[in-house]
Structures are given as C-alpha cells and as structure tokens.
C-alpha cells in the first residue's frame, strides 16, 4: 500500500521557523518527483514546493510565494521529504499535504496533511 | 504563471442529474490538465489525468474532455458521494496551478 505520512505542524509565531517531513512508503521513492501543497482555511490548493526524482537530478522548484524563505529536500535513503519553512508570515497559515506526482501529468496519492499555524 | 478559471464555483444539484464544471486555461496547455474531488476535512482525490484518462477505481460516470484552452468534467448521473469541491489543475509549466474550485452541493 503506497503511504505518506506528514508531521511536524503547529503553531509558530511570525518570523519563526518549522522544520515539515513527510515519511513515504510503498513505492520507488527515487523514481517520483514530490510536491509540498497547501490549502489556508476556507481556500484552494496552492503548490508551493517541488523536488524532482533522482534521473532529473533532485531539481527543486518553488512558487513565488515562498522563494527564498523555504526549502524542500529529501533523503532516499530514508524515504523522506521535507520542508524548511523560515521567516514564517501569518499568510502561510495552512494545511499543508505532501503528494506523489504520478509521472504522468497529476498528483496521484496525498498526505492527510499537517496544520502550520502562524500567529502571535 | 498560468491561470485556471472554473465556472461555476458554486453548483446546486440533485441525486441523479448530469452536471458539468468547466475549466478555462490563461494559454494553451495540451492536455496537461488534471481534475480532483476534495471533500470536508480530506485530502484531493485523484479523479482524471491528461484531461480525459480516468485513474483505476474512478468510476465511469466520471469523464473529462478538452484540448489546449478549455476543458470539462462531467458527472453523468450524481451519486450522494460526489457532493463536494472540484478543482482542475495544470501541468503545463511549474508551478503547477489549480483553479479556485467548484463547490457542488445538494439540490
């Protein structure tokens, strides 16, 4: 059964950091790029980060929103990605979902997803 | 970045009726466009892919079309299930997008 297991949410205060990881099982982890989604309260989803497969050499890719601010990376020998979040905006207040891409154009298997809060 | 436009965002519809959401794309994007069924509290589920292929264990009454600009997701006979929020996303170009959802409920 393929598997993706978030942790690491809570509540920060603005400025501050949070440290996501996601722990995948039932798959070639190496063989998928992986994404970081989001969705604030009442909102729509937004992809915030990307890290392609190890063929594309472990490319990350970030939406404007949080360039500069986060960082995915990954360990395949751990089966695991993760998200450094810094400089923490109350904007960024979400849930936030790791996701599969399927290589063909979707994202195929969710996270049930872990809450970040930022307020003071 | 590319933009997705759904309409409607709000549906109003009964057990057994056809309904149709469609999504507009900001420029021409194949068939790199994806639909998902997200309810109350859970995560997106995978409903279609390259616009018109349905995942195994989608069911058949599920069926997407469209090319380049304008796409559709049609539910052919709406089952109590399905009552929920529909987005459609692009995989044209990163970062991938979603439109702002269409949200179908009961009649």
């Known amino acids: 059964e393929v598997r993706l297991v978030e942790s690491g949410g809570g509540l920060v205060q603005p400025g501050g950091s949070l440290r996501l990881s996601c722990v995948v099982s039932g798959f070639t982890f190496s063989d998928h790029h992986m994404d970081w989604v989001r969705q604030a309260p009442g909102k729509g989803l937004e992809c915030v980060a990307r890290?392609?497969?190890?063929?594309?050499?472990?490319?990350?890719e970030y939406d404007a929103s949080v360039k500069d601010r986060f960082t995915i990376s990954r360990d395949d020998s751990k089966n695991s990605l993760y998200l450094q979040m810094n400089s923490l905006k109350t904007e960024d207040t979400a849930v936030y979902y790791c996701v599969r891409d399927s290589m063909q154009y979707s994202m195929d298997v969710w996270g049930k997803g872990t809450t970040v809060t930022v307020s003071s | 970045d590319i933009q997705l436009t759904q309409s409607p965002s709000f549906l109003s519809a009964s057990v057994g009726d056809r309904v149709t959401i469609t999504c507009r794309a900001s420029q021409g994007i194949n068939t790199y466009l994806a639909w998902y069924q997200q309810k109350s509290g859970r995560a997106p589920n995978l409903l279609i892919y390259k616009a018109s292929v349905l995942p195994i264990g989608v069911p058949s009454r599920f069926s997407g079309s469209g090319y380049g600009t304008e796409f559709t997701l049609t539910i052919g006979s709406l089952q109590p299930e399905d009552f929920a929020t529909y987005y459609c996303?692009?995989?044209?170009?990163?970062?991938?997008?979603f439109g702002q959802g269409t949200r179908l409920e009961i009649k």
């Open positions: 996303q692009q995989f044209k170009s990163y970062p991938v997008t």
């Open positions: 890290s392609k497969n190890k063929r594309d050499g472990y490319i990350a």
